[in-house]
């Protein structure tokens, strides 16, 4: 599942995470803040949702950070939770996060011991 329904604005918006949303998510990613990571979380899966249903966006960054913090309170982490659960779960995000895994290094145990016996500087 990639897509989930949520109030924002005072409207039942789609949030889908396609690659597209995937795209859109990373270009509004600003360092390892975690509230940036949830906005761009929401703007990249309301784009997402628009584009794949050829819908006009009616709505900017600044109304989904308006939007996200204006959740109620007593809703906020419930709602977060699930977007987070959809995104996280989307083949596209496995996709993602497999594409940034490096490759296991195949060392034996005596390479690797070797290579911490070494001399860090020689003389």
């Known amino acids: 599942m990639n897509y989930i ?7 039942e918006r ?3 995470f396609n690659n597209y949303a995937i795209e859109k998510l990373s270009e509004k990613m ?8 949830t ?4 703007w ?9 249903k050829e819908q006009d966006v009616d709505y900017t960054f600044s109304d989904v950070i308006d ?3 204006s959740i109620p309170k007593d809703d906020k982490a419930a709602i977060i939770e699930s977007v987070t659960k959809v995104l996280t779960e989307s083949q596209n995000y ?7 895994t490096p490759e296991p290094v195949n060392e034996t145990p005596e ?11 020689e003389t």
């Open 67 to 69: 939007w996200v913090d």
């Open 30 to 37: 600003a360092g390892n803040s975690a509230i940036a990571f």
């Open 94 to 100: 496995k996709d993602l996060i497999a594409a940034g």
């Open 14 to 16: 789609g949030l889908k």
């Open 5 to 11: 329904k949520v109030n924002l604005g005072g409207q």
């Open 44 to 52: 990249g899966g309301l784009q997402g949702n628009s584009y794949a």
């Open 39 to 42: 906005y761009a979380m929401f």
């Open 111 to 121: 390479e690797k011991k070797s290579e911490l016996e070494k001399p860090i500087m």
